[in-house]
């Protein structure tokens, strides 16, 4: 049995979601302990035990320390299985880490499998579900991933009760992704959604980015999504936001940005764009973001996987390190934490079993 440090480099639920994911994909047990361990307080929330559940699900498994605060875990994987699953966080925790934790186990799954989550579907500290659909899955459509998401109900914080519907079918082994060079811009689209709100935010935060986008000759599609009761995607909770994405030669790369009490959507609008800005300007094909959340994927893939990132987080170090130890990948950096970066990672060609 594999024991994994939950309060090393990172320290966050981060290690414990990954670990557990890449223990139901090998079928043998890991032990993390000092789960979240830089986190106050430490140990389990609500999030990581629905993860927990969600994974012991897919895989016929059983965990040892399912309660919450808990600090160590111990998870027992049985075999993969297809099936519906469904399962509710019971706070705003964010349903797009859970499905970060589901979506390498769901997809190596030997048939169908549907999994509705409920929960917070915007959270200030985890992607948007926006994100999940429009960024990450177009790059892992690239590497031959099958799966679908669709967003039935918004949610906020604090009271969550979003729901997402995330599906896949089944596949052999994954290609690896290069994402190296950022190449031409075919497309730039945004979408700005509230829920419980004034119709006129949506508008200005997309009118604020679009005026900063064209600075470098970019015309943003934008899609307005507006939603008050009794629309049934409306939220419980009022919340904003925006997303904007770009299309290159290569892959896929997007910005978002949450509305936050008291800040200005003109302001919102202009910082996602302006990040944007310098990320294309940079040459960069890849957020900050999304480097870390292909590190999993590109070490199960079959061959070498390219990224070059503007930003080497803690979060991508996290998984890298996990990768290392759990999977045996080989990694070769070339950068540092918190600069530009490029990554080289050769995967270890995992087969569904």
């Known amino acids: 049995m594999i024991t994994i440090q939950g309060d090393m480099l990172e320290g966050g639920g981060q290690i414990l979601r990954m670990s557990t994911s890449l223990s139901a994909l090998l079928g043998e047990p890991v032990r993390v302990v000092n789960v979240r361990g830089k986190r106050k307080p430490p140990g389990l929330a609500r999030q990581h035990m629905t993860a927990l559940k969600v994974l012991s699900a897919l895989c016929d498994g059983y965990v040892e320390g399912l309660n919450l605060g808990s600090t160590e875990v111990i998870f027992n994987p049985g075999k993969l299985k297809a099936g519906s699953y469904k399962f509710d966080v019971g706070t705003a925790g964010s349903v797009t880490l859970i499905l970060q934790a589901a979506m390498p186990v769901m997809a190596f799954t030997p048939g169908y499998v549907k999994l509705t989550l409920v929960g917070g579907t915007n959270n200030p500290m985890a992607p948007p579900v926006d994100y999940i659909e429009r960024v990450l899955l177009p790059n892992l459509r690239l590497m031959g991933v099958k799966a679908n998401l669709k967003l039935n109900r918004r949610g906020f914080y604090p009271k969550g009760g979003g729901e997402v519907e995330f599906s896949t079918e089944p596949v052999g082994k994954l290609e690896p992704i290069t994402l190296d060079k950022l190449g031409e811009i075919s497309e730039v689209r945004g979408l700005t959604y509230s829920c419980r709100l004034p119709e006129h935010i949506v508008n200005r935060m997309a009118l604020s980015a679009s005026e900063k986008l064209s600075i470098i000759g970019l015309k943003p599609i934008f899609e307005k999504e507006v939603l008050q009761p009794p629309n049934p995607k409306c939220s419980l909770d009022p919340g904003c936001g925006l997303i904007l994405t770009v299309k290159h030669t290569y892959g896929y790369l997007g910005v978002d940005r949450l509305g936050v009490i008291g800040k200005r959507a003109e ?16 040459g960069y094909p890849m957020d900050k973001h999304l480097c870390d959340q292909l590190i999993v994927w590109a070490s199960l893939a079959d061959g070498v ?31 540092g934490l918190g600069r530009p970066s490029e990554i080289e990672c050769r995967g270890v060609g995992f087969e569904r079993l």
């Open 305 to 335: 996987s390219r990224f070059k990132t503007v930003e080497l987080t803690l979060h991508t170090l996290t998984c890298i390190e996990l990768s290392r130890i759990v999977l045996n990948a080989d990694f070769k950096i070339d950068g």
């Open 267 to 282: 302001l919102i609008g202009s910082e996602a764009a302006e990040e944007l800005v310098n990320l294309l300007r940079g």
